[in-house]
């Protein structure tokens, strides 16, 4: 009987001592993505679109830089008040603004003249003047890329969003 309970203890140590490693381990992988799962950080911008003609159309700042694995939440404030002088916000992949312009033109007032394309990142409904319109979204990778409005004749509306 000795033996028999000494050979059941033991059987019983060595299940609980498994089981106590196993829960730890469970434990740091919990730990670690609860870690990586942390909010991110919000980092709130304000961005002007100003001008009253089309010579004078512009956003203000046209440089922005950001820290990486952020939130934005980017405000756009359309100053113009001249009739017709509608803005958007639309964060692309550098060197892509012409293009998602063009293809902005063709997907129409309808669609906000923002175009289904993986090269757009992140984009405000069109402002009428004095309007403020607000987006949030996670930062791109590291690099630079620019915002554009894709209101027809704006192309000359750019800047750079350089996240670091």
Do not use: Q, W
Request: proline residues 4%; neutral net charge; contains cysteine.
């Amino acid at each position: 009987m000795k033996m028999s309970n000494n050979i059941i203890l033991l059987c019983l140590s060595s299940i609980l001592f498994s089981c106590n490693s196993m829960d730890s381990t469970k434990i740091d992988s919990i730990t670690k993505n609860t870690e990586n799962n942390k909010p991110k950080e919000v980092i709130e911008i304000s961005i002007v679109a100003k001008g009253e003609s089309m010579n004078e159309i512009a956003f203000e700042p046209n440089v922005l830089t950001i820290a990486s694995n952020t939130r934005i939440k980017l405000t756009l404030k359309n100053e113009s008040s001249a009739a017709g002088m509608l803005h958007n916000f639309v964060l692309v992949e550098l060197g892509s603004g012409k293009e998602i312009s063009a293809a902005g033109l063709r997907a129409g007032k309808a669609k906000g003249f923002i175009p289904k394309d993986d090269r757009v990142i992140a984009y405000t409904k069109l402002s009428n003047m004095g309007e403020t319109v607000t987006v949030e979204f996670d930062t791109p990778p590291k690099g630079s890329y620019h915002y554009i409005c894709t209101y027809p004749g704006h192309i000359s509306m750019i800047g750079r969003l350089n996240v670091e």
